[in-house]
């Protein structure tokens, strides 16, 4: 019998195919198995209309079977079989897929891992066997073929016996060595798990015989066994079944079965898209973020199937960072099972998809927030935070479609649950309120402690309380909202007083010039103004900043790890009420040593009022001392 060469490039895949490293090695069956799928497939349809095909719907089906004594899976269908001629050209070449040569070339010198995570069809055989076997006869042919090939060296075709129509597919599995036990293939929980984890959603039956051993009636320690025919697939994924038909509890199992999570997820979102691109989609919002979400191993992604068979467990390119806490999946019939990771990230399906799926969770979160805001509170509890790193780290492109979705805590009474959004704080807003306030610090109470907010609170208005170090970096993205700016009640000019009272206080300003050049003195290098505040009421003094930086930015900033520090520019600001400001105007003319140490002290209280460290505490303390004694 003549050898028959493989073509140049389907060398070049065997070759690839055999040094694929070893966990990668399993998907060899999910390929065979869609290959008998598909070739059903073709034989089911024309059954429906053909009486000549002769097998009712129900009998087909895809068969494993393990044989341990000869060290041999064998894979059989009863779908469309193949010709000879079928078989020299599906077999022989790999010019089908065409993606061999983009693989190789954009995968540098990682294409073992591309093959691992793809595949590349009936190749894959030579990952786990020294020999395979094809035993084919075609539908509406006499005559079956077999095709036989260990590999490089080529392949033979010759006749063969074989009863009925369809494929069956023999390996001959390669020696075990000490890292790669290629006898696991045999084993029956190894191969259940296999079609379990890739081709549970095949919607032919991939079938298994099954010995089940039980105690021999009448007997205590006899066992007998018999052998059954099980199914190891549940085929009709739930993601493809019809809504009407599922309830919560249904979603509900299939979300704890799925992605091992034993808390009922917030809810979950089901669709069937017929556009641009068929697919369907079923994602869940998760109730608690997993143990790893804040941490950098945590990997975002949906499972991506093509027509039931899954191809990637987690595509990163379905969600975008902001939603990366939903799980689920996406099931297309519009993309191909081989294709490479580096083709997809450029697919135009797959983004259509990606841009449908964070717009439908948008919409289904902007419903939550509307119809159930306790549930959205605890939604925003989980992951919030992510939404506003969304707006953060979009540079202004997430903004517009995230920012009704933010919730903040506030002074408003009538919060609910102590939440607002910007919608509801500008609804609140007094008519001539020009700014939307807040106050930035690591707690509510903090905030709310500060001398400003206090202020800003009595005048009738609403503060926001930012307790999250991105809270500030997030509202300065979006910039403004309704047309309100947004303004840090620690910074800059509130805009909460009159002409005239701008007025008065600048007069005052100038009076007490020469006292604050004395304080800005003793101050040197640490604020760069000492001025009177508008923004005090009760409190003595307080710390500004001047400039874009705020001094909770400042703080944030500097616990990254950069190691570049910045500075705020700092401003201390006095309340021209307070007793405190004519004792040191007093101190100017009387004794200009202590006005130093009194700036230096009044300087401190205003860091730790802001939650900032004092500069050198044992100097602070001596300094009280003095003063004291
Ligand atoms: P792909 O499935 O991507 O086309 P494969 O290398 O897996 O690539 O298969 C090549 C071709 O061989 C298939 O397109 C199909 O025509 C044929 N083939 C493979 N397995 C079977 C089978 N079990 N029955 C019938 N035809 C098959």
């Known amino acids: 019998m003549e050898q028959k060469q493989f073509q140049a490039e389907s060398k070049r895949m065997l070759d690839l195919m055999i040094h694929s490293i070893y966990t990668h090695k399993e998907i060899f069956l999910?390929?065979?198995?869609?290959?008998?799928?598909?070739?059903?497939?073709?034989?089911?349809?024309?059954?429906?209309?053909?009486?000549?095909?002769?097998?009712?719907?129900?009998?087909?089906?895809?068969?494993?079977?393990?044989?341990?004594?000869?060290?041999?899976?064998?894979?059989?269908?009863?779908?469309?079989?193949?010709?000879?001629?079928?078989?020299?050209?599906?077999?022989?070449?790999?010019?089908?897929?065409?993606?061999?040569?983009?693989?190789?070339?954009?995968?540098?010198?990682?294409?073992?891992?591309?093959?691992?995570?793809?595949?590349?069809?009936?190749?894959?055989?030579?990952?786990?066997?020294?020999?395979?076997?094809?035993?084919?006869?075609?539908?509406?042919s006499d005559t079956a073929y077999e095709w036989r090939s260990e590999g490089a060296e080529g392949y033979t075709i010759d006749t063969c016996e074989k009863a009925s129509v369809g494929t069956e597919i023999i390996l001959e599995l390669l020696e075990?060595?000490?890292?790669?036990?290629?006898?696991?293939?045999?084993?029956?929980f190894r191969l259940r798990s296999l079609v379990k984890?890739?081709?549970?959603?095949?919607?032919f039956p991939v079938c298994m015989e099954v010995t089940h051993e039980h105690l021999k009636e009448g007997t205590e320690d006899e066992y007998e066994s018999h052998t059954e025919l099980e199914t190891l697939n549940s085929r009709t994924p739930l993601w493809k079944k019809n809504k009407n038909e599922l309830t919560d509890e249904d979603y509900n199992r299939f979300y704890r079965e799925k992605f091992f999570d034993y808390t009922p997820p917030l809810f979950h979102i089901h669709s069937r898209s017929e556009g641009m691109v068929t697919y369907n989609s079923l994602l869940y919002v998760p109730a608690k973020a997993p143990y790893d979400y804040y941490s950098k191993d945590f990997e975002k992604g949906l499972q991506l199937y093509a027509s039931g068979v899954m191809i990637m467990d987690k595509c990163a390119d379905l969600l975008p960072d902001h939603f990366s806490f939903v799980r689920g999946i996406v099931d297309s019939e519009?993309?191909?099972?081989?294709?490479?990771?580096?083709?997809?990230?450029?697919?135009?399906?797959?983004?259509?998809?990606?841009?449908?799926?964070?717009?439908?969770?948008?919409?289904?979160?902007?419903?939550?927030?509307?119809?159930?805001?306790?549930?959205?509170?605890?939604?925003?509890?989980?992951?919030?935070?992510?939404l506003k790193?969304?707006?953060?780290?979009?540079?202004?492109?997430?903004?517009?479609?995230?920012?009704?979705?933010?919730?903040?805590?506030?002074?408003?009474?009538?919060?609910?649950?102590?939440?607002?959004?910007?919608?509801?704080?500008?609804?609140?807003?007094?008519?001539?309120?020009?700014?939307?306030?807040?106050?930035?610090?690591?707690?509510?109470?903090?905030?709310a402690a500060l001398p400003a907010a206090?202020?800003?609170?009595?005048?009738?208005?609403?503060?926001l309380y930012l307790t999250e170090n991105v809270d500030e970096f997030a509202l300065k993205m979006?910039?403004?909202?309704?047309?309100?700016?947004?303004?840090?009640v620690s910074a800059g000019d509130l805009g909460l007083e009159s002409e005239e009272d701008k007025t008065a206080l600048e007069e005052k300003n100038n009076a007490a010039k020469a006292l604050f050049e004395e304080m800005q003195k003793a101050l040197e290098g640490k604020v760069k103004a000492v001025r009177l505040s508008s923004r005090l009421k009760s409190h003595p003094v307080c710390i500004s900043s001047d400039g874009q930086l705020s001094l909770e930015m400042e703080k944030v900033l500097n616990t990254m790890p950069t190691g570049e520090k910045v500075q705020a520019e700092r401003v201390l600001e006095l309340n021209p009420e307070h007793p405190i400001f004519a004792k040191l105007e007093a101190l100017l003319t009387e004794n200009p040593a202590q006005l130093a140490s009194y700036a230096e002290l009044l300087y401190q209280q205003a860091l730790l009022m802001e939650g900032l460290p004092v500069e050198d505490p044992v100097a602070f303390s001596k300094l009280i001392c003095d003063l004291m004694v």
């Open 334 to 386: 519009d993309l191909s099972l081989n294709i490479s990771r580096e083709m997809l990230q450029h697919d135009r399906q797959l983004k259509t998809i990606a841009k449908a799926v964070e717009k439908s969770i948008r919409n289904e979160l902007t419903k939550l927030l509307k119809t159930d805001r306790a549930k959205y509170v605890e939604f925003w509890k989980a992951f919030g935070i992510q």
């Open 176 to 188: 075990d060595t000490d890292d790669e036990k290629y006898s696991d293939f045999l084993e029956e």
């Open 197 to 203: 984890k890739y081709s549970d959603y095949i919607r």
């Open 389 to 447: 790193f969304g707006v953060y780290n979009g540079f202004g492109v997430n903004e517009d479609q995230l920012q009704d979705l933010l919730l903040f805590q506030s002074s408003a009474d009538d919060a609910a649950d102590a939440y607002t959004t910007l919608a509801e704080y500008v609804s609140r807003m007094r008519e001539d309120q020009k700014y939307i306030y807040y106050a930035a610090g690591e707690s509510v109470a903090r905030c």
């Open 478 to 488: 979006i910039a403004s909202y309704s047309e309100k700016e947004f303004k840090n």
């Open 30 to 140: 999910r390929e065979l198995i869609s290959n008998a799928s598909d070739a059903i497939d073709k034989l089911y349809f024309r059954s429906l209309t053909d009486e000549k095909v002769g097998i009712a719907p129900d009998d087909f089906r895809i068969m494993l079977i393990p044989d341990k004594d000869k060290r041999t899976l064998t894979i059989t269908d009863n779908g469309i079989g193949m010709t000879a001629e079928e078989l020299e050209q599906n077999l022989g070449v790999i010019a089908h897929s065409g993606s061999l040569a983009f693989k190789t070339e954009n995968a540098g010198n990682d294409t073992t891992d591309i093959i691992g995570q793809f595949g590349v069809g009936f190749y894959s055989a030579f990952m786990v066997a020294k020999c395979v076997t094809v035993r084919t006869r075609a539908y509406g």
């Open 454 to 463: 206090e202020l800003v609170r009595d005048k009738g208005m609403e503060v």
